[in-house]
């Protein structure tokens, strides 16, 4: 049954033109464990009376995991991106989501259709003139407000909610202020208004405002910024240091510093962390590497060395992370990795892509 399932949801249609066939996989070895842990997606890519169609099947630790089937094309005048979800383990269905674009009044519109096992929902939103009052309006019928997922279990949806963004020219002081009004079927939610503040270009300084009003609370934020500029080669991550209850800046916070520079195939990076953003590899504060981008025997090659620095190992090291990409022929690329760290386990990945 799952083998027949992959069969249909991977495409074999005899009216479509000669498919591609897509291969991603990965294999990784925690040593001194033996076994490696494997995951892999297989995909079909081909044409059928003007469509563009992808079917996708991905595995985990030896387990077809999901089947998602999707195309692109046009009917009539709306563009459409359907996209079929399913669980190969039930086999059972997960989700169908329809985007589409089309014209609405003579202005550019997004609908969206999304059907799952527990309801059905689907969302409108058109944008107004490019220099009129009404910036964007949306329309949501049993659907989340942020995300394309059903609100409630039924199959006859109802308003969810909808907002209304716009925006108003100024004669003076800043450009244009913006706002949106959002109400659901209760009746009135939110107010807000958010508009820049003004300083002299000289200051090197920039602020918005946003004030929020709600049933339950009103809110009135200022959020300041800095303009910088950097030398060549330097990179920084700086921000003020805004004190919100005070309405004070406190200085300048500097996230992290360093350099990246580009000489020839050559691109060299250090960067040195002071906050935990996200910029260096946990748990290390520093970095230093050397990327090469060349071309192979049989095309694009990458090679790349990265040393992390922390608090242990000898002068601060860490771990060592090495990788390599190299094109094997036209659409297949293998690639090979190694983290080292100095206290741990080894860890060792081959990748490999190809389309045929």
């Not at 748990?283 to 192979?296: C, K, N, S, V």
Request: overall charge neutral; aromatic content about 10%.
């Amino acid at each position: 049954m799952r083998a027949a399932l992959l069969v249909l949801v991977l495409g074999g249609v005899a009216f479509a033109s000669p498919p591609s066939l897509l291969l991603e996989g990965r294999l990784a070895w925690t040593l001194p464990a033996a076994t490696p842990t494997l995951s892999s997606t297989v995909g079909l890519r081909w044409t059928l009376a003007g469509w563009e169609w992808v079917g996708k099947a991905e595995f985990a630790a030896g387990t077809w995991t999901t089947s998602t089937f999707s195309g692109t094309g046009k009917l009539g005048e709306i563009e459409l991106s359907p996209t079929l979800s399913l669980d190969p383990q039930g086999p059972g269905f997960r989700a169908l989501t329809v985007p589409g674009k089309l014209d609405l009044l003579g202005l550019p519109a997004e609908v969206v259709v999304r059907l799952e096992g527990k309801g059905l929902g689907w969302g409108l939103a058109f944008r107004g003139p490019k220099d009129g009052l009404v910036e964007e309006v949306r329309l949501r019928f049993n659907l989340k407000r942020f995300l394309d997922e059903v609100a409630s279990d039924t199959f006859a949806p109802g308003f969810s909610s909808g907002e209304v963004r716009f925006r108003v020219a100024l004669p003076c002081c800043v450009d244009r202020l913006r706002g949106w009004f959002v109400f659901t079927k209760a009746g009135f939610s939110e107010l807000g208004l958010s508009f820049p503040l003004p300083f002299p270009p000289e200051t090197g300084l920039l602020a918005s405002g946003v004030v929020r009003l709600s049933v339950d609370k009103k809110s009135l934020s200022v959020g300041p910024g800095m303009i910088y500029h950097l030398p060549p080669c330097v990179e920084a991550f700086l921000a003020l240091d805004w004190d919100s209850s005070t309405g004070t800046i406190r200085g300048i916070k500097v996230y992290a510093v360093g350099f990246r520079c580009r000489l020839g195939e050559f691109t060299v990076r250090g960067l040195t962390t002071f906050e935990p953003i996200g910029l260096v590899k946990a748990p290390y504060r520093e970095a230093l590497g050397i990327t090469w981008e060349g071309g192979g025997c049989l095309g694009p090659a990458k090679f790349t060395s990265t040393l992390y620095f922390g608090d242990g190992g000898m002068f601060g090291l860490g771990e060592v992370e090495l990788g390599a990409e190299i094109a094997l022929g036209q659409g297949l690329a293998l690639g090979l990795g190694a983290e080292l760290p100095a206290a741990g386990s080894p860890r060792l990945t081959l990748r490999w892509r190809a389309s045929l």
